[in-house]
């Protein structure tokens, strides 16, 4: 698409990456509209007001978490809302036209589990479920009841199940691709998308800050002992980064011997605190026997205007001033232009 073209149809697609959640869940509201106005425009032709009312209302509920997921991206409430439009929708057609409508509630609880969390799926369901009876008690013989009751719990175990080992998988699958295999933390692929987790956060959060951490001389090991043990003096380093961190912060392999922390929580202060904890750790950690191994730090604040290229820049720059500034030393970008000062053993 030439850039006119992406101008043009900027709108359509937002201006950032949707998540599958959000994607998923205006989805699911577009596709029930189509599935209930027919039925919402017969009941008005037929002069229905009560039912006509609840299908219309169902309707522009399902309008309005479009429009609110669109501009916001704000689906975790917004998907229980749906959830339980869904269930009052339901129960009030049944409790207003009776058993015949009672398939509906196969759709309207699968629909549960692919926007919410199958726990909280399953819970809603059996709420509805136990109102259902009670509306349907003194309509049924006890037979076709007791079926109706098997069925939806037959169709929410095995759709639980589905969903359950699904999330499984995708946590699996996460952690197996987000993973460095050599020293356990993250790699480059899971600090990019922390990064733009934090880019794409739309309310008020916590402040934070991206460091940028690079063994020093690290050639000299390879060559002077050899790739196994330049190997251990990494898997040494991330140890080192896990014992002065918090558990709140987020620590990366960028690559080869450079690495990454998210000081979650962090204004520049602090994260040049931690910085120059990490630095006088390493400095005084043995990642290598009879080999003395330190480490040059570039600090940048994450500030919401900036962009996740435009932080990783600014802390290289300070990792590269680092260097310059003669390596074992931490540079902190000021929150404007990158000036910056220096801590150093
Ligand atoms: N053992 C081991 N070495 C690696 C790995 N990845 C990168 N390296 C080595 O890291 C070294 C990086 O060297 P340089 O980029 O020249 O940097 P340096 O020697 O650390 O020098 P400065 O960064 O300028 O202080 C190279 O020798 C790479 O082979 C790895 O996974 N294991």
Redesign the pocket.
């Given at each position: 698409m030439n850039k006119g073209a992406g101008r043009r149809f900027g709108w359509l697609r937002g201006q950032r990456k949707r998540s599958i959640e959000e994607v998923i869940l205006m989805l699911l509201c577009a596709l029930t509209i189509p599935s209930i106005l027919p039925f919402g425009v017969y009941r008005l032709v037929q002069r229905q007001w009560m039912s006509a009312a609840v299908d219309m209302a169902l309707v522009l509920a399902m309008l309005a978490v479009i429009v609110h997921v669109w501009r916001t991206g704000r689906h975790r409430v917004a998907g229980f809302c749906v959830t339980l439009f869904y269930s009052a929708g339901l129960l009030a057609t049944v409790y207003l036209r009776g058993t015949s409508l009672i398939y509906w509630v196969y759709p309207t609880m699968i629909a549960c589990y692919f926007v919410l969390r199958p726990r909280v799926a399953v819970a809603i369901n059996s709420v509805t479920l136990v109102a259902l009876v009670a509306i349907l008690v003194s309509q049924m013989a006890v037979l076709n009841l007791l079926t109706i009751v098997v069925t939806i719990g037959l169709v929410n175990l095995f759709a639980y199940i589905f969903a359950y080992r699904t999330g499984e998988q995708n946590k699996a699958l996460h952690t197996e691709v987000e993973l460095d295999f050599?020293t356990g933390i993250g790699n480059r692929r899971a600090l990019d998308r922390r990064l733009a987790e934090h880019a794409d956060e739309r309310r008020p959060h916590l402040p934070a800050c991206l460091l940028l951490l690079?063994?020093?001389?690290?050639?000299?090991v390879?060559d002077t002992h050899g790739?196994a043990a330049?190997?251990q003096a990494?898997r040494r380093l991330a140890e080192v980064m896990r014992l002065h961190t918090r558990s709140s912060d987020r620590l990366f392999r960028y690559g080869?011997?450079e690495f990454a922390v998210i000081a979650n929580g962090a204004e520049l202060n602090a994260a040049s605190r931690l910085a120059e904890n990490l630095r006088a750790a390493v400095a005084g950690a043995t990642l290598i026997d009879g080999h003395a191994l330190t480490v040059?730090i570039g600090v940048a604040f994450m500030d919401k205007r900036g962009t996740p290229a435009g932080w990783l820049k600014q802390a290289d720059t300070m990792l590269y001033a680092a260097?310059q500034g003669g390596?074992n030393t931490v540079r902190v970008a000021a929150a404007g232009p990158a000036s910056d000062y220096a801590h150093r053993a």
């Open positions: 050599l690079d063994l020093d001389h690290f050639k000299q390879n790739h330049g190997d990494l080869g011997e040059s260097k390596r």
